[in-house]
């Protein structure tokens, strides 16, 4: 088994208590709203195309679609789309989810106006290569909205995830550890995107702080990073 399957074996794994964490953010008035206002804020106006690149149990997917975008949503752990799909089933414009690599979404050339991700950036094996195919997918002056944190700066063995996240997993994932956002934002500029910039996300510290975060995460500062295909 390679480590991407063991990864997605994993992700599949967590999906009932990851999701249980989801419902209880997007069922909370409050965090919905935070999170409504993060996207509101650097998105075109509704109904442009969005790519939701590792979308897991569906928390933009779902959230944009319920705003009245255009979206599809991938991930390749399939008990995290089944929970995804289970969600968007009772909306009246659901989201079209589909088992996809987040690195190299099979899509055509200009096929999107936004791609999206939520945490997605520390978990991919080669995330300058994915970035290039995503700048790919949009159409001239699309939109890259990507929010991630650095997760691990001291390293996740001796963390919940460091059983799956050993040492030659680790060497494939090069934003894992990371010790500033600044690798990620890089990353974006060496795929190609212009306008590259990186806002941090206080208000979502702060709804963590008050309600909590999954297993396995601490609460840490949150980022926004935007670039425009060019």
Known sequence: MTAQQNINRYWTGRADSYDAHQVRQIGN?????GWTDV???VLPAPPARVLDVGTGTGHVSLLLAGLGYDVT??????????????KAAELPDPPDLRLGDAVAPDFPAAS???????????TLRTPLTAARNWRGLLAPGG?????????????????????????????????????GIGA????????GFADVTVTPLPEILDLDRRHGVADGHEVRMQ???TGRAV
Do not use: C, H
């Open 29 to 33: 008035p409050e965090i919905r709203q």
């Open 39 to 41: 996207w509101r804020r």
């Open 112 to 122: 999107f106006d936004v791609v999206t991700s939520r945490y997605v950036l520390w």
């Open 73 to 86: 949503g991938i991930d390749l752990a399939e008990g995290m789309l089944a929970k995804a799909k289970e």
């Open 143 to 179: 939109l890259l909205a990507a929010v991630d944190s650095t997760w691990f700066p001291n390293g996740i063995q001796g963390t919940s995830m460091g059983e799956l996240y050993d040492q030659d997993v680790r060497s494939l994932l090069p934003l894992a550890e990371a010790t």
């Open 223 to 225: 980022f926004l990073i």
């Open 184 to 191: 990620s934002a890089d990353i974006v500029r060496a795929a």
